[in-house]
């Protein structure tokens, strides 16, 4: 098996357009949180979001792309442009033929899908522009990057709701390790913040009207956030003899699935897939310092993730640390998993931990160290990312310092 | 400004080109329009008269609607434009 390494990663979200505005927000605890500025906002009765702001796909891509593109497409692009620069890869003859790109989204062109109904439905209209199905198809971001950055190999975007991202990082990381490619791109993206997208959730009655406070006992619910992190995947022996710099190496994963409930969160699914993921691994419980929450700021994710942590750690519970980024860029859903790796990296390599923020009120429930509203300073050897989805469809990444 | 104009109009900026450099001769190859570009168009055209072009992208040839140069299609619209008013 082959070891597999990060060489890339580029961003968009809510608290900033590249990996260094989001980490520098992240060691400040900044909140990225705030009134939502979209159309028909006044009939919402959530109007709060973690919206990417200042964002002009005029600057960035031609018309023609434009007309191509829908923002999920136009965020993903955005961070893998930043990803690949890093990264320092060029895609050319092998490498390019065996290189892909594995995303996750949970709903691919929501706004295109909206604006478009708006136009038959509200609108009236019985015509629509000839590239919705190509802007609107889960699938589009990846295709861009693939034509974009001429990568030949294996690609296809993995739908698993708030665990797409971690569903497909596994994916690539899992081609890299058994050498079907030396280089993968991947990660995810979400842009479901339009009147339809977080109506849909509103529906839901999980979602917060005023903040995201994972594991405090006042938690009222999920923020939805959106963006994308892009991540360069590569075989290390090949990074290194380039002389690549190197982020964070993949050491493992796990998946499993609760078989049990379309929303409820189970503690056996998840404690499952976070002691699969350090067996696949080959790590000690022990070594593990800091998990990147699911941490959703509702009531039933946060007890159960905290239980499920409990379980899979028994005492070494007590000495990690544990954080929710969501409470500063929200939930981004299919693309969460890889902005909040960036928290992962940014311990790993930076040795700093990313905080909770907006924690209030201690909750015996979740009695773990949240690294509550402030960021800490400490080394870190290896670190986990959970991500729980609707569906009971669980998928944890684990990572160690190089 | 007449049908002719208009549609010259749409055509040149898919093609990202000057209105004076569309000819009634020229085809769609040599504008650099492809498939979607046809398509993207068409729905331009559509949008900009309030009318249907029969245009099936899998049966160019067997359209009532002949595309093989701007002439050509200039003049399926301004048919079109007339039935509508007729």
Known sequence: ?402 | MSVKDRVINIIAEQAVLEPSDVTMESTLEDLGIDSLGLVESIFAIEEAFDIQVPFNANEPQESDFDISNVGTIVAGIEKLVAEQHA
């Open chain 1, 1 to 402: 098996m082959k070891r597999v390494v990060i060489t890339g990663a580029g961003t968009i979200n809510a608290l900033g357009h590249s990996v260094a505005e989001t980490m520098e927000a992240m060691r400040e605890g900044r909140c990225g949180i705030g009134e939502l500025e979209m159309r028909d906002v006044d009939r919402l009765s959530i109007r709060i979001g973690g919206q990417v702001k200042g964002f002009e796909a005029e600057g960035e891509f031609n018309r023609q792309q434009i007309a191509l593109y829908d923002r999920f497409t136009q965020f993903t692009l955005h961070a893998a442009k930043e990803a690949l620069a890093q990264s320092g890869l060029e895609f050319h003859g092998e490498l390019a033929a065996k290189a892909g790109v594995v995303l996750g989204t949970a709903g691919g062109g929501v706004s295109t899908w909206d604006e478009n109904y708006r136009t038959v439905y509200e609108e009236g209209k019985n015509r629509v522009h000839p590239f919705v199905v190509p802007k609107l198809m889960n699938n589009a971001a990846a295709s861009h990057v693939s034509m974009t950055y001429n990568l030949k190999g294996p690609s296809f975007t993995v739908s698993t709701a708030c665990a797409s991202s971690n569903h497909a990082m596994a994916q690539a990381f899992q081609m890299v390790r058994h050498g079907m490619s030396t280089a993968m791109v991947t990660g995810g993206s979400e842009s479901m913040l339009c009147f339809g997208g977080v109506k849909a959730w509103e529906g839901l009655r999980v979602m917060s009207k005023d903040a995201c406070r994972p594991f405090s006992a006042n938690r009222n619910g999920m923020v939805q956030g959106e963006g994308a992190g892009i991540f360069v995947f590569e075989e290390m022996e090949h990074a290194k003899a380039r002389g690549a710099e190197i982020l964070a190496e993949v050491v493992g994963f796990a998946m499993t699935s609760d078989a049990a409930d379309i929303v409820m969160p189970s503690k056996q699914g998840a404690a499952r897939a976070i002691t699969g993921a350090m067996a696949d691994a080959r790590i000690n419980p022990a070594e593990v310092g800091y998990i990147n929450a699911h941490g959703t700021g509702t009531a039933a994710n946060d007890k159960t993730e905290c239980a499920a942590v409990a379980d899979a750690f028994g005492q070494h519970a007590d000495n990690l640390m544990i954080s929710s980024t969501k409470s500063m860029h929200g939930h981004l859903i299919g693309g969460t998993g890889a902005v909040e790796l960036l928290a992962c990296i940014m311990a790993l390599r930076d040795g700093v931990i990313a905080p909770t923020i907006g924690y209030e009120e201690p909750d015996p429930e979740c009695a773990l160290d949240v690294v509550p509203n402030e960021a800490r300073e400490a080394r870190v050897e290896v670190a986990l990312s959970n991500a729980f989805a609707f569906g009971g469809l669980n998928a944890v990444l684990a990572l160690r310092r190089v």
